[in-house]
């Protein structure tokens, strides 16, 4: 993984350039205030690098990829101290799609603000991020359950499968999911906006 050319730190958070899009992995399990799986929790994990250098690094990358967005034109719900600590750096910065693993379904988000809220119910010319979560490989399990209650959430799939993303042009592009059983759209939208 590229965390030594990005100025991130190993596998665990770094950045990279493909085509027009500028691609961000963040750590959302440890290393910022309150990380699910950091120190004292169950997992007593992370603080690889501090509490403030992932956020610091994520709000330097974002700032330069923004500062560059004419050169390369072109991240709710299951976990709450992730969204506190990144998404204020992810609308600042005007990132247009947040993906996400881990729960174990596909859901994806209409745009929202810093707060979470829903700041349109379509995708024409838009602000705030599209979150979209697939961790379609496996099935609700445990104490994981569908939350159909997020006025921010667009469509939620219970199947195995994966996204798709097709870049038309800088201001147009595709999302969809793939049904693994079908090899069908089970969702799709098409999003527009004007960065120029």
């Not at 190993?10 to 899009?21: A, E, I, Q, T």
């Not at 990829?65 to 910065?93: S, T, W």
């Not at 042009?169 to 799709?188: K, M, P, V, Y």
């Amino acid at each position: 993984m590229p965390g030594d050319e990005s100025a991130g730190y190993k596998n665990m958070w770094y950045s990279f350039d493909y085509g027009m899009v500028h691609v961000v992995i963040i750590n959302t399990e440890t290393d910022f205030p309150d990380a699910p799986s950091g120190p004292n929790t169950s997992l007593n994990g992370g603080n690889f690098q501090g509490l403030t250098q992932q956020l610091a690094w994520f709000e330097r990358d974002l700032e330069a990829a923004n500062a560059n967005r004419d050169q390369l034109p072109a991240v709710p719900g299951n976990c709450d101290v992730c969204r506190i600590a990144f998404e204020p750096f992810i609308v600042e910065y005007n990132v247009d799609f947040y993906f996400g693993g881990h729960v174990h379904w596909y859901e994806r988000l209409y745009p929202i603000d810093a707060n979470g809220n829903p700041v349109s119910t379509n995708y024409y010319n838009q602000t705030g991020p599209i979150h979209v979560t697939n961790g379609a490989g496996g099935a609700p399990e445990g104490k994981a359950s569908v939350d159909t209650t997020i006025d921010a959430s667009a469509k939620i799939v219970s199947a195995y499968g994966y996204t798709r993303l097709e870049l038309i042009h800088a201001s147009n592009a595709r999302l969809s999911f793939i049904d693994s059983s079908t090899l069908q759209e089970a969702d799709s939208v098409d999003i527009f906006r004007n960065r120029q």
